[in-house]
């Protein structure tokens, strides 16, 4: 059995044009104590995380505490919104239709492959073990499609306010046996 603790980013910061270079909020930065403080006590062997800075800066101080590097994979990274952006609508839209991409976006058909795909490599290069891997909403909302296809927009709305986030995944080769919400901040999703 392998064990991956999901953490999907602190809060972003207000008004940074560019979405990869996007820093934590000072208190997204104040924020990711709460996920060391959630993995201090637990086995961790490595810690993986989209190249993302603000989902990099979530794990910072937790792969500190384990003394263990940051791999960044460049699958893992957020879904490309395009001009239109985001809001409740596009999110609607794009759920009811994984191979819809509004011009110049991504279709959440794209984003899981590529992130199951990560995924796995990174499940075969660490069985047994236990991972850290930094997140986003869309990333891991769709992660979690894969494995429970029930797992739609009204629940990706739910989690959409919740940054950072932790789940607690147990897998069984490729299949995951057993999955646990560990904790949460609550802080308004910004739409960039």
């Not at 990711?32 to 989902?55: G, I, K, M, N, Q």
């Not at 891991?140 to 789940?167: A, E, K, Q």
Request: hydrophobic share 40%.
């Amino acid at each position: 059995m392998t064990t991956v603790w999901f953490v999907r980013h602190a809060q972003r910061r207000r008004g940074w044009g560019d979405d990869r270079t996007c820093p934590l909020s000072d208190e997204g930065l104040a924020d990711r104590a709460l996920v060391l403080e959630l993995l201090r006590d637990a086995p961790v062997d490595a810690f993986w995380c989209s190249p993302f800075r603000r989902s990099v800066q979530t794990i910072e101080p937790a792969a500190a505490f384990f003394g263990l590097p940051i791999r960044t994979d460049e699958r893992f990274r957020e879904r490309h919104s395009g001009p239109m952006g985001n809001n409740r609508e596009l999110f609607r839209r794009r759920w009811s239709d994984f191979s819809w991409h509004e011009p110049g976006g991504e279709c959440l058909g794209d984003v899981q492959a590529r992130n199951i795909a990560a995924l796995f490599d990174v499940l075969d290069a660490h069985a047994g073990g236990a991972v850290v891997l930094g997140t986003h909403g869309t990333a891991l909302s769709t992660m979690l499609n894969h494995f429970d296809p029930s797992f739609g927009c009204d629940d990706f709305l739910r989690i959409i306010d919740w940054m950072p986030y932790v789940l607690k995944a147990v897998f069984d080769g490729h299949e995951l046996a057993e999955l646990t919400e560990v904790g949460h901040v609550k802080k308004p999703f910004i739409i960039p």
